[in-house]
């Protein structure tokens, strides 16, 4: 009997379809709140079963939900996995929905009783017997009709009806409205007669269409007697090949195109015989076969799982984790109408950029395929070559979706800035389709030839810098910077990841070797200077291969074995890198200066040196054009301004200068180097040397100005790294500091400079005043008096 107070139930909110009284259905449950309450008050209990009247929306409130609903028990539960949870709900009457209420877990609901009109009345009970003796003589079922012989009341059998019917869910929430049983039993009949007019017309249809098979069945025939003939002469595994083959291809949704070009080659193949022709059209048809024109893989957009996934497997990076969780947020909000995503990850070796797009992958569900672009020089790498030629294979992109098995992978392109060029063709502009949302749903591969959909890939490129790719490219990268470690992170990094990895790989157990804390610090400081880890890794290597062969000498009363420096120094040996900075005595005339490389920041020397001569300047250290004209334009600076800085221009012109970069074995170019060409200009003709803890990088204009250059994260680190304790950057850098480690920021003097006057006044030493046999007055050595 209906409840006749109102009652508070848990709530399982239906996107789509409409569960009546009387009727016994299995209901998906997906919604974490859904399944909270379903585990909460299990089997036997009373749930309310609302339908939303938009099913897109995840988190429905009150006014997403139809005002009537059903109240049903819960006979079963069924765990199903990967496809989620199933309850079996028995149907059992209307209620009027009066209010959510939104727990910590799960959502319930206040409901009321509907009152029924005509439930009873007799033109409702002549149109039950109406619509029974209608139904009986069309659906020849047992079960069916015993059902519907019940005795039962005439709302109940509306509703029993209604849901033998394929409805559309608006038609049966139509039957669910209707409190009116006179009104629902004539509503269901009318959905029923329309719905046997239908099935009329489908049997009438599907006469007229068995009728123009005779075709097709001749066809099929004459196949059977060809496959016949074929397996006499060919023998029974070759035939059984090709049939198989068919079944395959037969069995897989394919798009209208690709169905009429498989089925052409089909038949060419059950017509060839053995060779090399049909070898070709085999593999073309297996690939066919192979691809996933439908398979997607299930995802999830949980951005907490991938925030943990990230956090637990790569340390720091706060930047770059962040940017990656925004676009996935943007990707979960976008829900079905997103495009594909490419990223581009973009920093020093070792930093971790394939390992983020691993742990990207693994967080979202998706399976993984790495493509390894470097040296990559053919186009038909990514395109693919033309069938026409001996061995031709389909391209990177499309062999990758064949080994993942579905058409939403993340495929990392791996050092995509190590592409090549040669006679075959450019491959960066075969990428530019590839890498495009607005072309890649249509990415016709030169050995497949037909139309596939790449628009549901997410691309995750690499690269060290991007300098050297063409701007059509680089545009379509949604580019995520990733800069060196910090000396803390790195200490941080072995602890936690390397130090526990390379004892796995070595056989060892943590307690069997005691590491004292700062050990990994030194390791760090004193035998690796890179941007990223990789070299540490190699370093913990080594010690554990040691520790392991004493490990196994060792007996188990000899207890852990114990890592102090002095062990650590036998092991690895004599330390590679020094405080340099802090020890070293320069003379005038060298300055530290800071370059970026494509493998992080980088420490540059600049030396310069005077000799009698006539006044010309030499430059060496393989040098490019533009730190050419760095060099020129500082030494156009000093003589331009000889009488400012009380310079002896008579002397320049009767001394050579040799301004050198040391490395000569490794090109060098760019402008953020003639701050510091200037400084050790400057310190040469003074005399005064440049601050051992100083590095500086700027670029110089012939005004003296100091001009802000790219890279300052970079270099600030690899300044921190080298053990400099001040740094001279541009003022117009400043916005830059932000994205410098708060601890790199406090352990380092950053001075801001807008002219070549500050630079000088910070980076220079002051001298004791000498007499000087050049020019009496002036200090020994000097040639013009600075600031």
């Known amino acids: 009997m209906p409840q006749t107070e109102s009652r508070i139930l848990p709530v399982l909110a239906l996107r789509q379809g409409v569960v009546l009284p009387g009727t016994l259905v299995p209901v998906p449950v997906g919604r974490k709140r859904s399944r909270a309450a379903l ?4 089997v036997g209990a009373e749930v309310l079963l609302a339908v939303q009247f938009d099913p897109q929306v995840e988190e429905p409130a009150q006014a997403d939900l139809h005002p009537i609903a059903v109240v049903a028990t819960v006979r079963e539960i069924r765990d199903q996995g990967r496809r989620g949870v199933v309850a079996l709900v028995d149907g059992k009457e209307r209620v009027r929905l009066s209010a959510l209420h939104f727990g910590e877990s799960y959502t319930a609901a206040s409901v009321e009783p509907v009152e029924l009109t005509n439930a009873e009345s007799d033109e409702a009970r002549a149109l039950a017997k109406s619509l029974r003796s209608v139904v009986a003589e069309v659906v020849d079922d047992a079960e069916v009709s015993r059902t519907l012989s019940d005795p039962i009341a005439p709302g109940l059998l509306a509703d029993r009806v209604a849901a033998m019917i394929e409805l559309a869910p608006a038609r049966k929430a139509e039957v669910l409205h209707a409190l009116d049983v006179e009104a629902r039993l004539r509503l269901v009949a009318t959905l029923f007669h329309e719905a046997r007019a239908r099935a009329d017309l489908d049997t009438k249809i599907d006469s007229e269409v068995r009728q123009t098979l005779s075709k097709a069945q001749r066809e099929v025939m004459l196949r059977q007697r060809l496959a016949a003939i074929q397996k006499e002469l060919d023998g029974d595994e070759t035939s059984d090949g090709k049939s198989k083959l068919r079944a395959r291809i037969d069995a897989l949704e394919l798009p209208e195109e690709v169905r009429k070009v498989a089925d052409q080659q089909l038949r060419r193949l059950e017509q060839q015989g053995e060779g090399p022709e049909a070898n070709v059209i085999r593999n073309y048809l297996e690939l066919i076969a192979d691809l996933p024109w439908t398979e997607r893989a299930p995802t999830t957009s949980d951005l907490d799982a991938l925030a943990a996934t990230l956090e637990a497997e790569h340390h ?3 930047d770059v984790k962040r940017r990656i969780l925004e676009h996935m947020a943007v990707l979960k909000l976008k829900n079905s109408k997103s495009r594909g995503t490419v990223l581009a990850l973009v920093g020093p070796p070792g930093v971790g950029k394939t390992s983020l797009a691993q742990s990207v992958a693994a ?7 790495r493509v390894s ?5 053919d186009e038909a790498e990514i395109r693919g070559h033309r069938r026409t030629y001996v061995g031709s294979l389909p391209g990177r992109i499309v062999s990758a979706l064949r080994r993942v ?12 800035d190590k592409l090549g060029r040669g006679w075959a063709g450019d491959p960066e502009a075969a990428l530019l389709e590839v890498l495009d949302p607005e072309q890649n749903a249509h990415f016709v591969d030169h050995y497949l030839e037909l139309p596939f959909d790449l628009s549901e890939v997410m691309f995750i490129a690499t690269a060290n810098e991007l300098s050297g790719l063409s701007p059509p490219l680089r545009d379509r990268l949604e580019i995520i910077d990733i800069s060196g470690y910090t000396l803390d992170e790195k200490t941080a990094i072995g602890r936690e990841h390397l130090w526990p990895k390379q004892l796995g790989e070595h056989g060892l157990e943590p307690e069997q070797v005691s590491l004292d804390e700062s050990t990994i610090e030194l390791v760090v400081r004193d035998y690796t200077r890179e941007a ?20 196994a000498r060792a007996s188990e009363a000899d207890g852990p074995v114990q890592v102090d420096t002095p062990k650590l120094r036998k092991i690895l040996g004599r330390p590679r890198f020094l405080d340099e900075p802090a020890e070293r005595e320069r003379p005038p005339g060298v300055a530290a200066g800071l370059a970026f490389t494509p493998v992080g920041g980088d420490v540059l020397y600049i030396e310069t040196t005077l000799m009698p001569g006539k006044g010309k300047l030499e430059i060496t250290g393989q040098l490019g054009d533009v730190m050419n004209e760095s060099a020129r334009a500082a030494l156009a600076y000093v003589r331009s301004h000889a009488a400012e800085l009380d310079i002896d221009s008579a002397f320049l012109e009767t001394h050579d200068l040799h301004i050198h970069v040391p490395a000569g074995g490794v090109p060098k170019d760019g402008p953020s180097a003639g701050v510091t060409i200037f400084t050790a200009l400057a310190s040469l003709l003074s005399g005064r040397k440049v601050r051992p803890d100083t590095a500086m990088t700027g670029e110089a204009s012939l005004r003296g100005r100091v001009l802000p250059v790219g890279g300052i994260k970079a270099k600030v680190l690899a300044a921190h790294r080298a053990g400099f304790t001040r740094v001279i950057i541009p003022s117009k850098n400043e916005h830059d500091l932000e994205d410098i480690p708060e601890n790199v920021r406090a352990a380092l003097d950053i001075v801001l400079a807008r002219d070549m006057s500050e630079v000088l006044a910070h980076a220079l030493e002051a001298v004791e005043p000498a007499l000087t046999v050049d020019a009496p007055g002036r200090p020994e050595g000097v040639l013009f008096a600075l600031p």
């Open 39 to 42: 585990a909460r008050f299990g």
């Open 316 to 318: 720091g990076l706060g």
């Open 405 to 416: 098995k579905v058409r939403n992978p993340v495929i990392v392109l791996d050092e995509i």
């Open 532 to 551: 990223g880890v990789r070299q540490l890794g190699r370093e913990l290597a080594k010690l554990c291969r040691s520790l392991a062969l004493e490990v």
């Open 373 to 377: 672009l470097g040296g990559v020089r």
């Open 363 to 369: 967080a979202t569900g998706r399976p993984l395929a």
